[in-house]
C-alpha cells in the first residue's frame, strides 16, 4: 500500500553556479510530498499511521529547513539536491515502511520527483 502526507515550508536559497535571476537570494514556500509503502497491518488496518509519519517528516525535514537559508545546509540547493537531501534524512528513520518517492515543488508548476536510486 502506498501512504502520501504532503507539507509547506518556506526557506530562501540562491545558487552559486547558476547565471540567471536564481544566483540571487530569494524565497520559496516548497511543498513537500512524501511517499511510504508498507503492508497494511492487519490489526490497525493501516500501512503507516499519518501521525506517525507527520511527525517525522516534521522532525526530521521541516523543523530543519523552514524559515532557514538552506545554503548554509546544503551548498548547492538546487531542488535536486534538497530533496535527495530529504531522502537520506528519511531513509533510514523508517521503521516497517520504505520510502517510496519525494515530490518537492519549488513553485506551484515546477516540481523533481526522485524515487531512490
Given at each position: 500500500?502506498?501512504?502520501?502526507?504532503?507539507?509547506?515550508?518556506?526557506?530562501?536559497?540562491?545558487?552559486?553556479?547558476?547565471?540567471?535571476?536564481?544566483?540571487?537570494?530569494?524565497?520559496?514556500?516548497?511543498?513537500?510530498?512524501?511517499?511510504?509503502?508498507?503492508?497494511?497491518?492487519?490489526?490497525?488496518?493501516?500501512?503507516l499511521d499519518f501521525v506517525l509519519l507527520g511527525e517525522l517528516v516534521q522532525r526530521e525535514v521541516i523543523d530543519a529547513l523552514d524559515h532557514r537559508y538552506l545554503n548554509d545546509i546544503i551548498p548547492i540547493s538546487s531542488a535536486e539536491?534538497?530533496?535527495?537531501?530529504?531522502?537520506?534524512?528519511?531513509?533510514?528513520?523508517?521503521?516497517?515502511?520504505?520510502?517510496?518517492?519525494?515530490?518537492?515543488?519549488?513553485?506551484?508548476?515546477?516540481?523533481?520527483?526522485?524515487?531512490?536510486?
Open positions: 500500500m502506498r501512504v502520501t502526507k504532503e507539507f509547506t515550508f518556506d526557506a530562501a536559497h540562491n545558487l552559486p553556479n547558476y547565471h540567471g535571476k536564481c544566483e540571487r537570494l530569494h524565497g520559496h514556500t516548497y511543498r513537500l510530498q512524501v511517499t511510504i509503502d508498507a503492508p497494511i497491518d492487519p490489526e490497525t488496518g493501516m500501512a539536491n534538497v530533496v535527495l537531501w530529504m531522502w537520506a534524512r528519511l531513509r533510514e528513520k523508517l521503521r516497517h515502511a520504505r520510502l517510496a518517492e519525494l515530490r518537492l515543488w519549488e513553485t506551484p508548476t515546477s516540481s523533481v520527483t526522485y524515487r531512490g536510486e
